[in-house]
């Protein structure tokens, strides 16, 4: 077994203690690039055993190598590895966000983007929700929440950062989309948090066609009628 293999191997059993002393002991291991590679060996097991125990709930034993979900374990890694000055980058985060998507693990998102809010110069960017939303296993109440989880730690990290990959945009496009997607009155109720927060922090209002949206959908819900009756410029 090659070393790397070795390092896959240890990574997706979990066992943090084998993964640090192969990082430590052999150079060609204890790198960025190395670190991104572990996490898709991870993403993809994890895609292609989603309600696999091995690593996304196999127990809480951290010193056996077990952990209460694939996250913690990936997350427990950042904060160790980056003590020794290997940082995960911005595609690492992106590719633990979109597979925790992916199988519908809520958790894992919530736990991920607070991470990076709190512990990092990697922010949940608007290219990072553009991927989310598309996904259907995410509830449109925790897509809009992790919209404004994106504006939010957007205004805590500096755009000139050198994770920053530019400020956070938010155009026109992934606004509608957010409105094309609402189709009961509790996604109305998120959605107008959502348009709250836009229009009064980031200057960005509805644009005609969204309201037309909306309003179709009013056509056949009088509840939905009334609750846009109380929307500004609606």
Known sequence: MTRVSQL???????????????????????????????VQCICEQVKQQPDSMQIRQPGSNHAAGEWTSWAEFLLAMCTLLAARG?????????LMVHTACSVGDMDSVLALT????????????????????SVNKVPYAAKCD????????????????????????????????????????????HLHQVVDVLGQEH??????????????????SAQIRE????????
């Open 114 to 133: 607070t991470y990076m809010h709190t512990h990092t110069h990697v922010w949940f960017h608007a290219g990072m929700l553009s991927s989310i939303l």
């Open 8 to 38: 896959e191997e240890s990574a997706r059993q979990g066992d943090m203690q084998a993964v640090v002393q192969l990082m430590h002991k052999h150079p060609e291991l204890n790198c960025q690039d190395m670190w991104v590679h572990i």
């Open 86 to 94: 290997i940082h995960m980058p911005p595609l690492g985060f992106n």
């Open 203 to 220: 200057c960005v209002e509805l644009g005609t066609q969204d309201i037309e949206q909306l309003w179709s959908l009013a056509m056949d």
């Open 146 to 189: 992790l919209f404004l989880h994106m504006l939010q730690s957007s205004a805590h990290v500096g755009a000139h950062s050198e994770w920053s990959n530019g400020a956070v945009q938010v155009n026109s496009t992934l606004v509608s989309y957010m409105v094309q997607l609402a189709e009961l009155l509790n996604d109305v109720q």
């Open 227 to 234: 609750k846009l009756k109380t929307w500004k410029n609606v």
